[in-house]
């Protein structure tokens, strides 16, 4: 079985662009070692402002972070990239990761 992997990273305060960059650098280290990434970059219509609006989703965040955590119950290692300290969300993951006994993987 190959093992599975979820990437977090901070992404407030930054574009899109800047986003993916990050997530694909992420990706590659990740494959590099041998693991299969976990989607925790929810971008379909679910997660539009509108979807979340209509769904009552008052603390879009906090609803983002539920989905994460849900998608790290799939994995064996987390990965965080460069920043994940100064990111709450990042740290909430780390810190689910670390209580859940995943390996905890840092970008260098």
Not at 41 to 50: A, G, K, V
């Amino acid at each position: 079985m190959t093992k599975r992997a979820m990437i977090s990273q901070p992404m407030a305060g930054k574009t899109d662009e800047e986003i993916v960059e990050d997530r694909e650098r992420a990706v590659a280290a990740l494959t590099a070692m041998g693991y299969d990434v976990i989607n925790t970059y929810f971008t379909d219509e679910w997660y539009s402002d509108e979807a979340m609006e209509k769904r009552g989703v008052v603390q879009v965040p906090l609803c983002y972070l539920a989905k994460s955590l849900e998608n790290m119950s799939l994995c064996h290692a987390a990965y965080f990239c460069k920043g994940w300290e100064n990111a709450r969300g990042c740290r909430i993951e780390h810190d689910a990761a670390v209580a859940y006994g995943l390996e905890v993987l840092y970008e260098d």
